[in-house]
């Protein structure tokens, strides 16, 4: 595949409708669509974001903060536990139930488990939960109201569909709902057939630990849209 940005050959692609974008055009695209006050006092060079764009990665973990200052979060697809620790140390989130079969089969398998273990061990049974099971199984069984729900779990087009049509009825009205990796086919897919293209459009951040474009909503009846 070739990026209409820049011409080069691109691997694992942004897909819209009628582009294919690579990562870096992707950044620069989103940066010229959302409007913010630029000043050179205030730019990041690490980051190339301004720290108030809704595309800095500090932005995102204010997100998670402006949710609930105890929020109940499922973490689908938890592997090394990045994310988890960052969600608790940056997000100021309450609990984190990490959900990864953490099987053989799958990426990483019983070593990311134990790796999952050694980062989160501070906050092991506290604050991060594991549970060793496949998201879609477990669904059912998961008793409480989310207040932040983030996908980032298999990323083949049924499986992120099904756990989108699982879990999001979980999330509280006025939840957060995040769905990681836009820029992968089968994940992009199923975010466009489940909550709309447009909206996948117009509600993108970047996040870490690895900054990559993530769709971003709140939950309340109708979904809101201004973060």
Known sequence: MICEGCGGEVMDALRNPDKVWCDSCFQRRISYAIPYPWHPDYYDVKTRWHPEHPAHPDAAWKLLRSVSPRACVVE??????????????????????????????????????????KKVEKYLYDQAIPIRARSQDFAPYFPLMIDILYIDGSHRYKDALEDMKLWTPKVRPGGLILVHDMNNKGVLRAAHEFFGVDRCKKNLVMFGPKVVPTFRIFKEGRWREDG
């Not at 940056?90 to 999952?116: C, L, N, R």
């Open 76 to 117: 689908i697809g938890a592997l090394f536990g990045d994310w988890t620790v960052q969600a608790i140390e940056k997000g100021k989130v309450g609990t984190v139930f990490s959900i990864d079969p953490w099987a053989e089969e799958h990426q990483g398998g019983p070593i990311a488990f134990m790796q999952w273990q």
